[in-house]
């Protein structure tokens, strides 16, 4: 096994430099009609093979049309980049959100990777928000803070309204739902504009704050430059303290310390990238009585611990109200939502039926796709007698269709410590997937109060699980789908459309101007009225 994988290492590093040169080459160059059809022919093959609900909100007919239209349109050669703009709305009409697109980027050699591996670019650590049309930065880690809160009216000449309208284009949300668009490519404005320019040595912005207009370039700086507005003299006297030689107590209150660190990272989900939490619990109100329950993605750390943990102090404070904030959750893992959901009914539940699937081997065909690199199928081929195996039990045939036993599909039992008081979901267009479907799951026992926007995954599931890619041969376009329709049982009719809000509360810019959450400000009015 290490042979094999020290052997594909090198290999892949001794061809590194004239494969990114040819891929470069390949995906600059304007590809030739034949090539073109050729690529929308063999990615709807790989569509129709690996999605099962392909055709869930749209007709056999319909797409079959706007497939063979899309060839006859394209009657001249076209870049990668040209390409992607031309397929990726015909593929959003099919309505299934975990279905993307992406243009390929061009390769770096090793030296152009050298030249910036010490440095950062402080642009790509904006966050943004799309209130009325109208993108604020919320977030500047590594840039100036004086911009949080500012507008932004330019990236380089062009208005943030007609790049989110681009991009809109080329995504989907499940089904018919509109709310997604209103958030979900702001959110993930620098990805999407990353992918749109390519690499970019800089940028310029124009803001907007209060009623200044000013401009800021972003350039790429040398990550090791510190400490740059200090004198030559004040550099030179931290050069020359020396650390303090700690006694035995003070290095094992050190260690403590950075355990108890680790611990709280782990169960929190800290985002190494973000360096954000996915999950915190905090007190709000007057009396501070209120618990509030940020979840922003079922992703990373030890969720086990964070819900038990959570709720033995609810338990313990007596705890009348819970908000749990779902909003801009865009999802993660099912069994990490099987297992909050535990802790907020008192009944046997179900949180899901079995996965319909188009194979009895979707894990090993997902690892096996063309978008992996080798080395991932060389060792998938290693562990396919295993992963076969697995995939045989987990899977069944009836009806003339195929599924796959997810956790959490046979009835399970109320967790001891679960909340018996009142709890209200707060979601928004950004509200997806797993989050959707722990919205249908409370929605449908009348177990909460949701206030915010109608969420972007649909009510009744969605395909996902797992996640399938392919490249395509001569524009190396990638897409990826997912392979299993994770399904709620409780549905509604009619299909395609989110979780619906209680209250429908949708944010301003005068709510963002003055600091107001009116969500949770709804929310606080409501148990004061209680009250």
């Not at 107590?249 to 709280?264: E, G, I, T």
Request: aromatic share 10%.
């Amino acid at each position: 096994m290490n042979k094999i994988i020290y052997l594909s290492l090198l290999l892949l590093s001794m061809s590194s430099c004239g494969s990114a040169e040819r891929y470069n080459a390949q995906i600059l160059e304007k590809h030739s009609v034949p090539e073109l059809h050729e690529d929308i022919d063999k990615t709807y093959i790989r569509l129709k093979r690996a999605h099962p609900k392909l055709y869930q909100y749209i007709s056999k007919e319909q797409l079959d049309y706007k497939f063979d239209s899309l060839k006859r349109a394209i009657t001249a050669p076209l870049s990668s980049k040209e390409f992607y703009y031309s397929i990726a709305p015909v593929v959003k009409t099919i309505g299934q959100g975990h279905i993307g697109l992406s243009p390929p980027k061009l390769k770096r050699t090793k030296e152009e990777r050298k030249a910036y591996k010490d440095k950062k670019f402080s642009f790509n650590t904006l966050e943004f928000e799309n209130v009325e049309n109208r993108l604020f930065v919320t977030s500047a880690k590594e840039a100036d803070s004086i911009l949080i809160g500012s507008e932004v009216l330019e990236f380089d000449g062009e208005s943030p309204q007609e790049l989110i309208k681009r991009y809109n284009k080329n995504i989907a949300s499940d089904g018919f739902n509109v709310t997604l668009f209103d958030r979900f490519v702001a959110s993930r404005f620098t990805r999407y504009y990353s992918l749109d320019k390519g690499f970019l040595d800089s940028i310029t912005l124009k803001f907007k704050q209060r009623d200044s207009v000013f401009f800021k370039q972003f350039k790429w700086k040398d990550k090791k430059k510190k400490n740059d507005s200090l004198s030559d003299f004040q550099k030179d006297s931290i050069a020359a303290i020396r650390p303090i030689k700690l006694s035995k107590a003070q290095r094992k209150f050190k260690r403590d310390s950075l355990k108890n660190d680790r611990k709280y990272k782990q169960t929190h989900g800290y985002n190494f990238t973000t360096h954000k939490y996915n999950r915190n619990l905090s007190f709000i109100g007057n009396d501070s009585t209120v618990a509030l329950m940020k979840i922003s993605g079922f992703t990373n750390g030890d969720f086990r611990t964070f819900y038990e943990e959570t709720f033995n102090t609810l338990d313990s404070l007596q705890t009348k109200d819970l908000i749990i904030d779902l909003r801009d959750n865009t999802g993660g893992r099912v069994k990490e939502i099987n297992d909050l959901y535990g802790y907020l009914t008192d009944k046997e539940y179900v949180m899901y039926n079995e996965a319909e699937v188009t194979g009895r081997t979707p894990i090993i065909k997902t690892y096996m796709s063309n978008s992996n690199p080798f080395i991932i199928k060389a060792l998938t081929v290693l562990a396919s007698p295993g992963i076969l195996v697995h995939n045989l039990i987990k899977t069944r045939k009836h009806d003339g269709k195929i599924y796959y036993r997810l956790n959490g599909v046979k009835p399970l039992e109320p967790k001891e410590k679960n909340f018996k008081g009142a709890i209200y979901v707060l979601i928004n267009g950004s509200s997806f997937s797993a989050s959707s479907l722990l919205s249908t799951n409370l929605k449908k026992d009348n177990r909460a109060v949701f206030v915010g926007q109608e969420t972007g995954g649909a009510h009744n599931g969605t395909v996902a699980g797992m996640t399938r890619g392919y490249v395509m041969p001569n524009s190396k376009v990638k897409i990826g789908m997912g392979v299993m329709q994770v399904e709620s049982p409780y549905k509604i009719e009619p299909d395609g459309y989110g979780v619906m809000p209680d209250v429908e509360i949708i944010p301003t810019v005068a709510d963002r101007k003055m600091g107001i959450d009116p969500e949770i400000e709804w929310v606080l009015n409501d148990i004061k009225k209680k009250e």
